[in-house]
């Protein structure tokens, strides 16, 4: 196989594009931007909560739970995504090993599934 860089142009124009729409975009944003500076815009913003008050105020449990449960799909997104490009090639896992590869990954997604289940019936998802 010989190496030639004209198989990887494609590459280096999509990458052009999207560097270039990326500046356009911010260079966009601040051009046609409202100007106007008032003591609201200058305040500090943190998490949707005006920074008046204690620091140490409490917090509803349910957003740690959204947060960890967003962390645990997008985990599993994560380990799944190569498990199926390399159960679809097969070449990488050897024949008897893929059974058992195919078994454990469905015991996971059976695990994260009863998880999401329990949390549903929790009420974790009801913003009341």
Known sequence: MDFTLTTYYPIFIYLVIVIGFGIAAIATAHLVSPKKVTPVKQ????????PIGDARQKFDVK???????FLVFDL?????????T???????????????VFWEVQVFLLTVI?????????????WR
Not at 63 to 69: D, G, H, K, S, V
Not at 76 to 84: A, D, H
């Open 76 to 84: 599993e997104l994560l380990f799944l995504y190569p498990w199926t």
């Open 43 to 50: 305040m500090t913003y943190e998490s949707g909560m005006d």
């Open 114 to 126: 009863i998880a999401y289940l329990y949390a549903w019936r929790r009420g974790v998802f009801r």
């Open 63 to 69: 957003f740690y739970l959204i947060a960890i449960l």
């Open 86 to 100: 390399t159960y679809q090639q097969g070449s990488i896992i050897p024949a008897g090993l893929r059974d058992i």
